[in-house]
T-cell receptor, first 117, second 111 residues
Framework: GAVVSQHPSRVICKSGTSVKIECRSL??????MFWYRQFPKQSLMLMATSNEGSKATYEQGVEKDKFLINHASLTLSTLTVTSAHPEDSSFYICSARLSTGHNQPQHFGDGTRLSIL | SQQGEEDPQALSIQEGENATMNCSYK?????LQWYRQNSGRGLVHLIL?????REKHSGRLRVTLDTSKKSSSLLITASRAADTASYFCATAVSGYSTLTFGKGTMLLVSP
């Protein structure tokens, strides 16, 4: 159980394109989802916390107009990288936590490798 | 900012040997979690240990937590080539908070 599906797994596109990444919890409800960014051989950096039905909470230094997050249902959160540029190239990973929340692990998607040319 | 620091950064062992990874952190925590990441993939949750627990087991995995030293260790016994991955510790300051990940240990298990 607790499967998180992230799509697409890889995106290659031209500079200036907007890219949408989906994160779905397949067999559980997740009131909270998280979006991370990971550079090669480095740790995960939390970008934002996505709450169902409300605005996302962004970490310091993350541009909310650049990285649009929508969490419209208990099983789906989307991250849109608007007008992407080469410096936005990275590995983006989402995770979801069970609605019961307390002392629960996060369940991760398989990540999206974004390459901006 | 990152809270956890894993040690060593990289570890190379032979199949059948034990692998020990350490994690230190700076502030008080509610729980500490260990995750595994295979190359180019997402993270897989291994074990969650709460601040009032000292040791936890899951199969070939053993996690210890010493809150007085603000440190944790992950022991993988009788390692296999399939254990090759990066291992991250992550801390939570409350039961509902976000996670802060350490830099990870890259484990290579050779056949």
């Amino acid at each position: 159980g607790a499967v998180v599906s992230q799509h697409p797994s890889r995106v290659i596109c031209k500079s200036g394109t907007s890219v949408k990444i989906e994160c779905r919890s397949l067999d559980f409800q997740a009131t909270t989802m998280f979006w991370y960014r990971q550079f090669p051989k480095q740790s995960l950096m939390l970008m934002a916390t996505s709450n169902e039905g409300s605005k996302a909470t962004y970490e310091q230094g993350v541009e909310k107009d650049k990285f649009l997050i929508n969490h419209a249902s208990l099983t789906l959160s989307t991250l849109t990288v608007t007008s992407a540029h080469p410096e936005d190239s990275s590995f983006y990973i989402c995770s979801a936590r069970l609605s019961t929340g307390h002392n629960q692990p996060q369940h991760f998607g398989d990540g999206t490798r974004l390459s901006i040319l | 900012s990152q809270q956890g620091e894993e040690d060593p950064q990289a570890l190379s062992i032979q199949e059948g040997e034990n692998a020990t990874m350490n994690c230190s952190y700076k502030t008080s925590i509610n729980n500490l979690q260990w995750y595994r990441q295979n190359s180019g993939r997402g993270l897989v949750h291994l074990i969650l240990i709460r601040s009032n627990e000292r040791e936890k087991h899951s199969g070939r995995l053993r996690v210890t937590l010493d809150t007085s030293k603000k440190s944790s260790s992950l022991l993988i016994t009788a390692s296999r080539a399939a254990d090759t991955a990066s291992y991250f510790c992550a801390t939570a300051v409350s039961g509902y908070s976000t996670l802060t990940f350490g830099k990870g240990t890259m484990l290579l298990v050779s056949p």
